[in-house]
């Protein structure tokens, strides 16, 4: 029996970055397995989807902590904080390739659509 993979999840690290080209081509091209990227330009260039925490927002939150213990806070006083906002891209042109209709209900999440 073979098994196959419904549905692949690259995690965001510097080897699967530097062969982006050989990835998408192994993921769409050859096995057409739909994936997903926490990076919005490796979506742009052939990922189906893409969902990860606004890094923005990220930056600012540690800004505040790094600025809060400077002041004198103890970095063991502040409060755990999870991210408030995410992103989520749909690459409509990979999602045609690999011939897949997505549901309508995704797009009212998504914050950008790539056609």
């Known amino acids: 029996m073979e098994e196959r993979a419904d549905a692949v999840f690259v995690f965001p690290d510097y080897q699967n970055r530097k062969h982006k080209d050989a990835l998408f081509d192994l993921l769409s091209t050859k096995h ?3 994936s997903m990227f926490q990076h919005t330009e490796l979506v742009e260039e052939g990922g189906l989807l893409g969902y990860y925490t606004d890094f923005l927002e990220l930056r600012r939150l540690s800004a505040s902590y ?3 213990i400077f002041r004198g806070g103890k970095a063991a ?3 755990v904080e999870e991210p408030g906002r995410f992103v989520f891209i749909v690459n409509l042109r990979t999602a045609k390739m690999l011939g897949l209709t997505l549901p309508q209900g995704i797009f009212i999440f998504a914050d950008k659509i790539i056609e």
């Open 66 to 68: 790094v600025d809060k």
């Open 77 to 79: 006083d502040l409060p």
């Open 32 to 34: 057409r397995v739909p």
